[in-house]
């Protein structure tokens, strides 16, 4: 190890060298794998991170890496390619994998790649992918999580999160995240951007508090997260914001989220492209949200334990094909909703819902285009305060006092009359 030395100097007739080793205090940059010459080389990403001091960037070289890794100190990871290879993957092990975190709320927490409290951490170029996690035996207790920042801060860039879903007979269970930031403090900021999320049981990206609180600030930017389409598993949200969350999604292209058993009648579980819920003053815009129940729901939380999804700010959106439900539902109050598009919309196309408890009032709702639904704007009944004024195409009702609208009969069968409205269920802590 090379050592660097102060000048010596005299003292009492003795010249005394003081010198420390320098190596080991300063920030470097380490290599896993075999792709790269001269430098320091790791077999493991967890043994790199174990040896590097804070501020070291970790370079992970293409190949499969049979691992979960734990990060509690500052530094980068990045995948790059070499050759013509440039997949940095980090697979499971192969006994599965195990629980190695544990969640705010006390759940245990199978994750891939784990950022622990106090640290920021950048993830730049990663996939993490979770086939053969082999958790089948814990039941609903299972909670696969590909990438999972609990009080941490960072950085998640040009990652793949893939298949942190367990198996048919387990689809049900409420576990199954791609990207999870969690935390109760303040200070914790997480920004998500230009990822690929898919083939998640839950939710493809969740940023929370634990209900109590302060919860995490997220940029959550131009990701793509696509849901499994109708099926009888959990009902997922592509993008989860919750529980004193804050923060801005723009520029996502998400959808594929439908709750196949949810029916007239049904009071099933919903799926949604964008669910907020009990945080306010969320930005939302820019975003594609397809083939969805809902395409962007903002809640509040109907008990009032938890607080409100007041304020949110939804403008510029694309939204369409939203089955059996509502293109944008505002299940709270004083939100503006501007400029979006909206096509498709099995019921309405924006909702101001009063079933969440005194909410659906005193909301903008101004220069949307609306093609296609049985109701332009549904108002809830009793809410006050809301001023419409939108260009409406082929709405069945342009605007519609109440809390159902039957599709018109073009629509397929399953979708031919009025809707039990459906309960949201978000991920909690």
């Given at each position: 190890m090379?050592?660097?030395?102060i000048?010596?100097?005299?003292?009492?007739?003795?010249?005394?060298?003081?010198?420390?080793a320098?190596?080991?205090?300063q920030a470097?940059?380490?290599?896993?794998?075999?792709c790269?010459?001269?430098?320091?080389?790791?077999?493991?990403?967890?043994?790199?991170v174990?040896a590097v001091?804070?501020?070291?960037?970790?370079y992970?070289?293409?190949g499969n890496?049979?691992?979960?890794?734990?990060?509690?100190?500052?530094?980068?990871l990045?995948?790059f390619?070499s050759?013509?290879?440039?997949?940095?993957?980090?697979?499971?092990?192969?006994?599965?994998?195990v629980?190695?975190a544990?969640?705010?709320?006390?759940?245990?927490?199978e994750?891939?790649?784990?950022v622990?409290a106090?640290a920021t951490?950048?993830?730049?170029?990663?996939?993490?992918?979770?086939?053969n996690?082999?958790l089948?035996s814990?039941?609903?207790?299972?909670d696969?999580?590909?990438?999972?920042?609990?009080?941490?801060?960072?950085?998640?860039?040009?990652d793949?999160?893939?298949?942190d879903?367990?198996?048919?007979?387990?689809?049900?269970?409420?576990?199954?995240?791609?990207?999870?930031?969690?935390?109760?403090?303040?200070?914790?900021?997480?920004?998500?951007?230009?990822?690929?999320?898919?083939?998640?049981?839950?939710n493809?990206?969740?940023?929370?508090?634990?209900?109590?609180?302060s919860?995490?600030?997220?940029?959550?930017?131009?990701?793509?997260?696509?849901?499994?389409?109708?099926?009888?598993?959990?009902?997922?949200?592509?993008?989860?914001?919750?529980?004193?969350?804050?923060?801005?999604?723009?520029?996502?292209?998400?959808?594929?989220?439908v709750?196949?058993?949810?029916?007239?009648?049904d009071t099933?579980?919903?799926?949604a492209?964008i669910?907020?819920?009990a945080?306010?003053?969320?930005?939302?815009s820019?975003?594609?949200?397809?083939?969805?129940?809902?395409?962007?729901?903002i809640?509040?939380d109907?008990?009032?334990?938890?607080?409100?999804?007041?304020?949110?700010?939804?403008?510029?959106?694309?939204?369409?094909?939203?089955?059996?439900?509502d293109?944008?539902?505002?299940?709270?109050?004083?939100?503006?909703?501007?400029?979006?598009?909206?096509?498709?919309s099995?019921?309405?196309?924006i909702?101001?819902?009063?079933?969440?408890?005194?909410?659906?009032?005193?909301?903008?709702?101004?220069?949307n285009?609306?093609?296609?639904?049985?109701?332009?704007?549904?108002?809830?009944?009793?809410?006050?305060?809301n001023s419409p004024?939108?260009t409406y195409?082929?709405?069945?009702?342009?605007?519609l006092?109440?809390?159902?609208?039957?599709?018109?009969?073009?629509?397929?069968?399953?979708?031919?009359?009025?809707?039990?409205?459906?309960?949201?269920?978000?991920v909690r802590?």
């Open positions: 090379s050592k660097n030395c000048r010596p100097f005299l003292f009492v007739g003795l010249v005394l060298a003081v010198c420390f320098g190596q080991a205090a470097s940059a380490v290599y896993v794998g075999t790269h010459s001269g430098g320091v080389q790791y077999s493991t990403i967890q043994s790199a174990n001091p804070p501020g070291s960037t970790v992970v070289c293409p890496y049979p691992e979960q890794v734990t990060i509690n100190k500052n530094l980068s990045k995948g390619a050759g013509s290879s440039g997949a940095s993957i980090i697979t499971s092990p192969s006994g599965g994998l629980q190695n544990t969640g705010l709320g006390g759940s245990p927490i994750a891939q790649i784990y622990q106090g951490v950048t993830i730049l170029g990663m996939t993490t992918d979770a086939a996690s082999q089948d814990l039941g609903c207790t299972a696969p999580v590909g990438i999972y920042y609990q009080r941490a801060s960072g950085t998640i860039k040009y793949s999160v893939l298949n879903i367990l198996s048919p007979d387990l689809t049900g269970c409420q576990g199954g995240l791609g990207i999870l930031v969690e935390s109760d403090q303040p200070g914790n900021s997480v920004s998500i951007t230009n990822n690929n999320v898919e083939n998640y049981q839950k493809g990206i969740t940023v929370t508090g634990l209900e109590t609180g919860g995490p600030s997220a940029t959550i930017s131009s990701n793509t997260v696509i849901g499994q389409g109708p099926w009888n598993g959990a009902g997922q949200n592509s993008i989860q914001l919750s529980f004193d969350a804050t923060g801005t999604i723009s520029s996502n292209t998400v959808g594929s989220d709750w196949a058993p949810d029916q007239y009648g099933g579980d919903a799926a492209g669910l907020v819920y945080s306010q003053n969320v930005a939302i820019k975003n594609n949200v397809s083939d969805t129940q809902y395409g962007i729901a809640v509040s109907t008990s009032s334990q938890f607080g409100s999804g007041n304020g949110a700010q939804i403008s510029s959106n694309t939204i369409s094909t939203t089955h059996l439900y293109g944008i539902d505002l299940c709270s109050n004083h939100n503006s909703a501007t400029s979006n598009i909206i096509n498709g099995d019921e309405s196309a909702h101001l819902d009063d079933t969440c408890g005194s909410t659906g009032n005193n909301n903008t709702v101004q220069s285009t609306i093609n296609s639904a049985c109701a332009g704007v549904l108002l809830g009944t009793g809410t006050t305060g004024s939108n195409y082929n709405t069945v009702n342009q605007t006092a109440g809390d159902t609208c039957q599709p018109p009969p073009a629509r397929n069968s399953q979708k031919t009359a009025a809707k039990s409205h459906g309960k949201f269920t978000p802590p």
